[in-house]
């Protein structure tokens, strides 16, 4: 419960660079295109962490390595909310590489202790990370003008350690241990050879498209907000918090959709419902019309992580758990560079309304690419259900 739990300061701190990222500009004299780099500099660092993960849960546990995690995230935000462009750059990346530690261990965690519901435990654990995402944009809002972002910063710095502390605490837990006891005698593919066929390759792209997807209209739906609404701070606010009310309201939502449909048909029609959002906050100029596009993608955009990595430990079974650090690095770099494009096609086109066609481009392409898992599935006669 403690680890669950810990998941939504997770929710804040992966989300937090979307909503400060009009006061970090005004304050560091970024315009989009170097706005943007911050994007690319966290997920550079949690495509780092997420590299090293895999290998590491199996050499300390996962219980170890998430403390460890949280412990890294305090000192980063304690960092961050002291610093000069510099120094935030290394903060945001500090940040970025504890995410690529916790994340994966914490999913990989719930996948391997819910077997029999992977998909349900994992949209219920991602659940809880989007109330901290939901949360984010609210207190960041309440802040005071002076000095507002330095406390939000003390405080989850504290609230951080305080994770780190308790998680420790906890007797370890390696997840390898936990599938070899399952079926000692399977013989382990070379990893290379799992990452290459079909469905490693076409997974590792839906990921890596999701999260830039998600990271590109999360992150930026606060800055088009402004500019379309007046530079109204509670602009800013109301449409992030209704993207990620969206994201929280489908996850909660998934386990209930998945008794009636598969965990592949689920994953199609939400990314049917992203795209429709996407196409609502880019073709109409109101203020209300981007609030409901950005709620409704949100919603369309919850379930697919966690049910793509829970058909994804399904289908590698024993396996997962060394093969799970390549699905945390594809969406790493996905995050990395999608939300970056965004900032680049706004700065040299000069409209913010460009940039944000490159998530609905990712929108489609996941479409079709989750049309092509399902055949491959389908084919080889291993079509999962939750």
Not at 58 to 81: D, H, K, N, Q, T
Not at 111 to 117: G, S, V
Request: glycine content about 12%.
């Amino acid at each position: 419960m403690i680890v669950q739990s810990g998941f939504l300061l997770v929710g804040v701190v992966n989300t937090l660079l979307g909503p400060i990222l009009p006061l970090l500009s005004e304050q560091w004299r970024m315009d989009d295109a170097q706005a943007g780099r911050l994007f690319a500099a966290q997920f550079a660092g949690a495509m780092i962490g997420s590299a090293v993960s895999s290998p590491l849960i199996e050499r300390l546990g996962a219980a170890s390595l998430i403390a460890g995690g949280y412990g890294l995230m305090a000192a980063a935000a304690a960092v961050l909310g002291f610093s000069d462009p510099g120094l935030g750059l290394l903060a945001v990346v500090g940040l970025g590489l504890a995410l690529g530690l916790v994340i994966p261990a914490t999913n990989l965690l719930i996948a391997e202790t819910n077997r029999r519901r992977r998909a349900a435990a994992l949209n219920l654990l991602n659940l809880v990370w989007g109330l901290g995402a939901v949360a984010c944009p609210l207190l960041i809002a309440s802040l005071p003008r002076e000095g507002g972002l330095k406390w939000l910063m003390t405080g989850l710095a504290a609230l951080l350690t305080g994770a780190s502390l308790m998680i420790a605490r906890r007797p370890r837990a390696k997840l390898q241990a936990n599938a070899d006891r399952t079926n000692q005698s399977s013989v382990k593919q070379p990893v290379w050879r799992e990452l290459t066929g079909p469905y490693a390759l076409m997974t590792g792209a839906l990921i890596f498209i999701y999260v830039g997807t998600e990271t590109a209209a999360g992150g930026w739906i606060a800055s088009y907000a402004d500019r379309m609404g007046g530079r109204a701070q509670s602009l800013r606010s109301i449409a992030t918090s209704l993207f990620w009310a969206g994201l929280l309201t489908g996850r909660f939502l998934a386990p209930a959709f998945l008794r009636r449909v598969s965990e592949g048909a689920l994953v199609l029609l939400s990314l049917c419902v992203a795209v429709a959002g996407l196409l609502i906050i880019i073709a109409v100029e109101n203020p209300f019309a981007i609030f409901a596009g950005a709620c409704l993608t949100g919603f369309g955009l919850a379930a697919v992580f966690p049910t793509t990595f829970a058909i994804f430990t399904q289908y590698f079974g024993d396996q997962a758990a060394r093969l799970a650090g390549f699905v945390f690095v594809m969406a790493s770099l996905g995050g990395a560079i999608m939300p970056w494009a965004v900032g680049l096609a706004s700065a040299r086109s000069g409209d913010l309304r460009i940039g944000m066609i490159v998530p609905l481009l990712g929108g489609v392409s996941m479409i079709a690419l989750q049309v092509a898992i399902i055949l491959h599935l389908s084919r080889a006669g291993r079509q999962l259900k939750s």
